[in-house]
């Protein structure tokens, strides 16, 4: 290979097949999405309960993919580079969905979800840095929208699943109080399935560069201002920032203690402690000289983030809090502000929930669709336009939930979530891998994670309160608040430099 050699395209059916195992990944991600706060209920959860039991998924996404994507970046092999944590994740994933709906008590499904959750990270994470490795700059909105494709198709049966084995094969969608249906069980086998065929698909059909290939590749590329961090903070800095932070945590938990206040803001309080703790562990290994370890890498690379990934930063936090809102509140608040079901152990409750499979698996439908328009409508308008319209609209949709009060038209809103979410799984990707240098892409990709898990831990300690408080625990509220946040993510676009478009 000569110097200075560019990264060469790849055919369409190429890029297929490195981006098939999503469909296997989001079959995962759409079966607990629509039907964990169900299984939470069903074994006895409250509605206000509900955030603070999903708060495993958004911890488990932040310790494990900045770690995953630091140790992707250092590994090659005879099996590649990221296509040995596909396989690793398809194989525990597919486990943990099997064992899923098979819990006999909440603190079983709860523990679940972690291990669940943590296995599909462990796929999910490299399949982000792998666009990057692969493709070339012309070619990742393609890339990340075909992604975004098969995360549409996977989430349009997997949400669905549960109505259509009731509606179409006839398996039972009523169970005992505090069992879970077998629709939901069966669901969750075929999905362990799928998600360990898809995934395998891309790690058998597909091949990786070198890290001396993608080297020379880097070589070639001209350079961008905005894939060089600001200057280092120095050591001292992190310990002093980390002495704050353990002491506005630590009075945080002693006030939250002395007032016999509720665990979301234990969390809360914990967290700033963690937090400055951390800080004080990297303000010692920086004086120490210990620049090689990955601890202090992953922390490091964080408080040093290339400046178009800290203002795309803003935009992922509002809009994966909306997200999250979402996830969590959809079955409580369809069934019980759409179909008037409290009781979690009726027929009403169970065909409300299995409605709300449909409503994810019509957004995802939509998502699809829109992910083949993207790449055309960014052309057209730029990554930053195009995705501050695509949040507009579909934090409008949300906010109509309140509004609609026929179950069957809330399809309409939909599209508008689909058109979102579609966005927001391929143009922040596109906008941050053109920034990137190739030999970090694994990290700051997984760093790039935290500002979808943080603003999921906040929310999960935080809505259940502001439900209970504000909103009289009604869930449809939860929806509301998505939708306000995911106007204001769209808006923070324009925070983001024009430079930073692919070019």
Known sequence: MSSKQKKPPLTFWQIWNMCFGFLGIQFGFALQNANVSRIFQTLGAEVDQLAILWVAAPLTGLLVQPIIGYMSDRTWNRFGRRRPYFAVGAICASLALFVMPNSPALWVAAGMLWIMDASINISMEPFRAFVG????????????????????????????????????????????????????????????????????????????????????????????????????????????????????????????????????????????????????????????????????????????????????????????????????????????HHFGAFDTGSDVYNDGANWVGVLFGAYNGFAALAAIAIPFAAGRLGCRLCHLVALTIGGLSLISFRFVDDPQL??????????????????????????????????????????????????????????????????IYGLVIGGVLMIISGFAMLLVDKEAEPQ
């Open 133 to 336: 490795d692969m493709l070339p700059e012309s070619q990742r909105t393609l890339g990340f929208a075909l992604q975004s494709f098969f995360i549409g198709l996977g989430a349009i049966v997997a949400s669905m699943l549960p109505w259509i084995l009731a509606e179409w094969f006839d398996v039972s969608n009523s169970a005992a109080p505090g069992q879970i249906p077998d629709s939901v069980k069966w669901s969750f086998y075929i999905g362990g399935a799928v998600f360990f065929l898809a995934v395998m698909w891309t790690v058998l059909r597909t091949r990786e560069y070198s890290p001396e290939q993608l080297a020379e590749f880097d070589a070639a590329r001209p350079a961008v201002h905005t894939a060089i961090p600001d200057t280092p903070r120095p050591a001292s800095k992190y310990t002093s920032g980390g002495i704050a932070w353990v002491v506005v945590g630590a009075v945080g938990w002693f006030l939250v203690a002395g007032n016999d206040l509720d665990q979301q803001l234990y969390i809360l309080a914990g967290g700033s402690v963690f937090f400055g703790l951390l800080q004080l562990v990297v303000g010692y290994m920086g004086r120490a000289g210990k620049t090689d370890n990955g601890v202090y890498e992953i922390v490091h690379d964080l408080f040093h983030m290339p400046r178009v990934m800290r203002q795309l930063a803003v935009v992922q936090f509002f809009s994966w809090f909306a997200l999250f809102a979402m996830w969590i509140y959809s079955t409580a608040a369809v069934t019980s």
């Open 410 to 475: 809330l399809l309409v809103p939909m599209i508008g979530v689909g058109i979102a979410w579609a966005s927001i799984l391929s143009l922040p990707y596109a906008l941050l891998s053109s920034n990137l240098p190739s030999h970090k892409m694994g990290i700051y990709m997984g760093i790039f994670n935290f500002f979808i898990v943080i603003p999921q831990i906040i929310a999960a300690s935080v809505l259940g309160l502001i439900l209970r408080e504000f909103f009289d625990r009604q869930a």
